[in-house]
């Protein structure tokens, strides 16, 4: 019993940790959203979080458009890998497909955006190409 316990106690742990960072996509501080930004991408490439997900997944879309947005460089291209695995984790459902559907215009101005840095572009045409693959639902 104590095991379970313990380890209901570290899944809570780490939910509030994710939640920490979910929050700290909206910082001031552009070095804090990237921080926010790996540790996202970190826990999301490592441990299935549907279930923790789908409950956030559109505040999390929101967060990470406003990254993509306002962020340059280097926390765009944070932005883009995050939002690939969100949709990597959301999967082939309607979820998924709302996270792609909303992310898609702005996706595809950042690859076109000359003035974009290369890392920036080559994660917003990665995360187009994934996301398009795993959750689109229109074939075109």
């Not at 095991?3 to 960072?21: I, M, S, T």
Request: proline content about 2%; some cysteine; hydrophobic content about 40%.
């Amino acid at each position: 019993g104590s095991e379970a316990a313990g380890e209901q106690g570290q899944e809570e742990e780490a939910e509030d940790r994710l939640k920490e960072h979910m929050d700290n996509l909206l910082d001031k501080s552009a070095k804090m959203r990237q921080v926010a930004l790996q540790s996202l991408r970190l826990a999301f490439s490592s441990k299935t979080l549907s279930e923790f997900l789908l409950e956030r997944r559109l505040t999390l879309t929101d967060s990470l458009e406003k990254c993509l947005k306002k962020g340059k460089g280097e926390e765009q291209a944070l932005a883009g890998t995050v939002l690939t695995l969100l949709c990597l984790q959301m999967g082939s459902g309607p979820e998924g497909e709302e996270v792609f559907r909303s992310l898609k215009p702005l996706l595809v101005s950042i690859l076109t955006d000359s003035a974009a840095s290369p890392s920036a572009r080559q994660s917003c045409a990665t995360a187009l190409g994934m996301c398009c693959y795993i959750a689109a639902a229109d074939v075109e």
